[in-house]
């Protein structure tokens, strides 16, 4: 089974990436524990570590996770660590009524 509140949507232009900066021992990700996370929340997006905290610094806002920014697919950020501005843009841009309840 995958992750199918993201996966339906990728068809019509979205694409959830997952970006982790440190395994559950607090080192960096190894390719086996991207893996591991997907695989354990069935996933069939991409996960991708984030070694550098080059993510982390460039879309984090208050330090604390999960965090959540909407990236345009030529890098235009229009959200960045803000739930409600991520709700906000992806309603504008779906068709009236098409995305899930609560977006």
Do not use: C, R
């Amino acid at each position: 089974q995958t992750n199918s509140y993201y996966h339906d949507f990728m068809g019509d232009g979205l694409m959830v990436i997952y970006v982790l900066i440190e395994n559950n021992g607090g080192s960096s990700p190894s390719v086996n524990d991207l893996a591991s996370y997907a695989n354990q929340y069935n996933m069939d997006n991409p996960v991708l570590g984030d070694n550098n905290y080059q993510f982390f610094s460039a879309l984090e806002v208050d330090q604390y996770i999960p965090s959540i920014s909407l990236v345009k697919w030529d890098g235009t950020l229009l959200a960045k660590d803000d739930i409600d501005q991520v709700n906000a843009q992806m309603n504008a841009a779906l068709p009236p009524g098409g995305g899930p309840s609560g977006w």
